[in-house]
């Protein structure tokens, strides 16, 4: 048995089923889930971010869903932050922290430890950066990336602005490369007793699945739900905004963009979202991989054999309720 404290993580690409599994999951092992999603922590960004309803949470109690306004920043220091601080309030009651979610740069920072120091948001080097891409566009940074950091530029998308910012200023500000600390980062041990669940489905049904959720959006009203957002003065350029499902749905409520169009590119968007996800997560070491097509497609098959290997791990609790 390890004295290490334990922890379940459970991932993989969206629209996979990584909701309705994880609180599966808690009820088997007696956790609490921590959401590791860039959006879900937002309130009033309920549809477009695909939240998990009071009902879905069956009494089981989620952390960073619905705790900011949009208007707040949201950073990997943030997320790692707050999630420390639940996590020892999980410990506390004698329970299990599942961090859930598809955001793998974020469950790293915890899992193993990775030191991020908060930056001032007045830094005029980033200021300059955010101006240089709303002047030439996000392509013409990542460029720059591309000289300095040729591995990050690889790892980060040139649509992912804030990251592309993030890297510059690393360097801007200690001369050393982002990959580089990541790399020294990652050689960490964790400090948990831990399993690390991915996700994984046939790609075509999953991308079926990631169209159906996006018709569903529209049909649940997403057009009225981010109107709402721009009407009470959340506009376009904050980070929250600039999420999948967001930021296409006001370029078309600012006329730039057809409805038909508009659906489309989120669909598209949001496949190629699931296509880097699963190349990040197959670079993570210590991974179990949960295949659907392997279990029969049955979630209660699923949570029952990931209940089982967490305790074979050690990873369980002394009390149940």
């Known amino acids: 048995m390890s004295d290490k404290k334990p922890l379940i993580i459970l991932t993989g690409p969206t629209a996979v089923g990584k909701t309705e599994l994880s609180v599966m999951l808690a009820k088997e092992m007696n956790a609490e889930i921590i959401s590791a999603d860039s959006i879900q922590v937002y309130k009033y960004m309920d549809i477009g971010s695909a939240k998990i309803t009071k009902e879905e949470m069956q ?3 989620h952390y960073l869903v619905d705790e900011l306004n949009p208007s707040e920043e949201f950073s990997i ?3 790692k932050e707050m999630t420390l601080k639940y996590m020892d309030e999980i410990y506390s009651k004698g329970k299990i922290p599942i961090i859930a979610g598809g955001t793998g740069f ?6 193993y430890d990775i030191n991020f120091s908060e930056t001032d948001d007045e830094h005029i080097y980033r200021k300059e950066l955010e101006a240089i891409a709303k002047e030439k566009g996000p392509e013409y940074l990542h460029n720059k990336l591309k000289e300095i950091d040729a591995v990050t530029a690889q790892k980060v998308h040139s649509n992912n602005v804030k990251r592309v910012i993030r890297a510059l200023e690393y360097y801007n500000d200690t001369g050393k490369l982002l ?12 400090p948990y007793n831990f399993k690390y669940f991915v996700l994984n489905d046939d790609r075509q049904l999953l991308y079926d699945r990631i169209n159906k959720r996006v018709d569903k959006m529209f049909e649940l009203g997403l057009v009225k739900e981010v109107k709402n957002l721009l009407d009470m003065g959340y506009g376009r350029n904050l980070v929250s905004m600039q999420g999948i499902g967001y930021k296409e749905t006001v370029a078309y409520i600012l006329g730039e963009m057809n409805l038909e169009d508009t659906i489309e590119l989120i669909k598209k968007n949001t496949r190629h979202f699931a296509k880097r ?20 497609n049955d979630k209660k098959v699923m ?6 290997m967490c305790h074979n791990a050690g990873i369980c609790t002394d009390r149940k309720g």
């Open 106 to 111: 974020y469950i790293q920072s915890v899992l």
């Open 77 to 79: 220091f943030k997320f």
């Open 179 to 190: 990959s580089e600390h990541n790399e020294e980062q990652q050689k960490h041990d964790s």
């Open 277 to 296: 996800q699963l190349t990040w997560f197959r670079r993570e070491k210590e991974v179990t991989w949960i295949d659907y097509r392997e279990y029969g």
């Open 59 to 61: 009494g089981i109690k």
């Open 303 to 308: 949570s029952t054999k990931m209940a089982e």
